[in-house]
């Protein structure tokens, strides 16, 4: 299995639907764990960021209007449940949770695992996921 990504602030911004500035407010407040890379830029684990989203959501203003063009999602995997067959993953996208049921076989295939940047794309009542390649 691949190391577990690490995103930049930017990145992680991007993730949860906030600035910059609120990621550095959040890792300076201790909310949210970050190292420095060799260069000196702040980096969040993947694992961290996914628990963070996590609990960022349960915070979340259920009446907040955010759209998504074309019903693609981008966010990070959160949790991934799998059995001999099937496989449940479950994607933070933004305030937003989408859960996604698939085979084990591509979730094996894709790489996924928690902390991992995929994107939900939605049509009707089913979620494919893609995973993104950095």
Do not use: C, Y
């Amino acid at each position: 299995m691949a190391g577990v990504t690490s995103f930049r602030i930017g990145e992680a911004a991007a993730l949860l639907g906030v600035s910059p500035d609120t990621i550095r407010r959040w890792v300076d407040a201790g909310r949210l764990a970050a190292v420095r890379d060799e260069h000196g830029h702040r980096t969040i684990e993947g694992t961290d960021l996914a628990a963070f989203a996590t609990t960022l959501a349960a915070e979340t203003d259920e009446h907040s209007e955010v759209s998504s063009a074309r019903n693609r999602l981008r966010g990070i995997v959160t949790a991934i449940v799998k059995d001999t067959v099937m496989a449940q993953v479950d994607i933070q996208a933004g305030p937003f949770r989408v859960v996604s049921l698939m085979s084990r076989e591509a979730v094996d295939e894709m790489g996924l695992q928690v902390g991992s940047l995929a994107v939900a794309v939605i049509k009707s009542t089913t979620v494919v996921v893609e995973k993104l390649s950095r």
